[in-house]
């Protein structure tokens, strides 16, 4: 088993371009979350998804954000327009089920820089 | 809302020394602590949570809910134990993890 996989690992993007941050959980997980990590802070929860289903979103920003999990493919994490502010990590984990208890894994992150 | 303190961004002690990571949480329910590890290069990967109430590398940390505290303790530290710890906590029926700020935890020789 692979991981939960994200790339890119590193993103480089001029103000007002888009970001596509990917991440493919692990096998046989069904959910995913994604957390970013600004300099200096902890990770901070974004969104909460499982198979075309966006289920808890109330990290997300409201503009310019968004994130879906197809029935096939990866998890795709969208910013649109990016601004500096936006320059950070971006981790995903995958879950293999909704109960608290269950382990969160974590991929390497991509770490977004914005010029 | 959920919160959690690490208060120590950096803490650096002699190997065979006992070491203890603080860990302060802000909720009114019943939540679900973990202790969250990165080494050097490696992605975060989960060390222990607080219902295994199991001792991993050495490692043990006991919820007190009076203090709401999740204290990480190792008795003797090791080199190897040098790397970044986040205190997370998940609410009562949520899925989210909520983490600390982290402490960079350094073992000197």
């Known amino acids: 088993n692979a991981g939960v996989m994200q790339n890119p690992r590193h993103l480089v993007r001029r103000r007002g371009q888009e970001a596509r941050l990917r991440c493919s959980p692990m096998?046989?997980?069904?959910?995913v979350y994604w957390y970013r990590q600004l300099p200096e802070e902890g990770l901070k929860f974004m969104v909460y998804?499982?198979?075309?289903?966006?289920?808890?979103e109330s990290g997300m920003p409201k503009e310019r954000f968004s994130a879906e999990f197809p029935k096939e493919g990866p998890s795709i994490l969208r910013i649109q327009q990016v601004v500096r502010g936006d320059s950070a990590a971006y981790f995903c984990?995958?879950?293999?089920?909704?109960?608290?208890?269950?382990?969160?894994?974590f991929g390497a992150g991509t770490r977004l820089s914005v010029l | 809302a959920q919160r959690v303190t690490q208060p120590e961004k950096l803490l650096s002690v002699f190997k065979g020394a006992p070491v203890e990571l603080k860990c302060n949480y802000s909720?009114?329910?019943?939540?679900?602590l973990f202790w969250y590890v990165q080494y050097s290069r490696q992605r975060l990967q989960l060390l222990l949570r607080?219902?295994s109430r199991e001792s991993i590398k050495g490692f043990t940390a006991d919820l007190n809910k009076g203090e709401t505290s999740f204290h990480l303790k190792k008795p003797f530290a090791q080199e190897e134990d040098s790397a970044m710890y986040y205190c997370?906590?998940?609410?009562?029926?949520?899925?989210?993890?909520?983490f600390g700020q982290g402490t960079r935890l350094t073992i000197n020789p």
């Open positions: 997370a906590l998940s609410a009562q029926g949520a899925q989210k993890l909520v």
């Open positions: 096998k046989g997980h069904s959910h």
């Open positions: 607080h219902i």
């Open positions: 909720y009114s329910g019943s939540p679900e």
């Open positions: 998804l499982q198979k075309e289903n966006i289920i808890d």
């Open positions: 984990a995958s879950s293999p089920g909704a109960l608290a208890k269950n382990i969160q894994y």
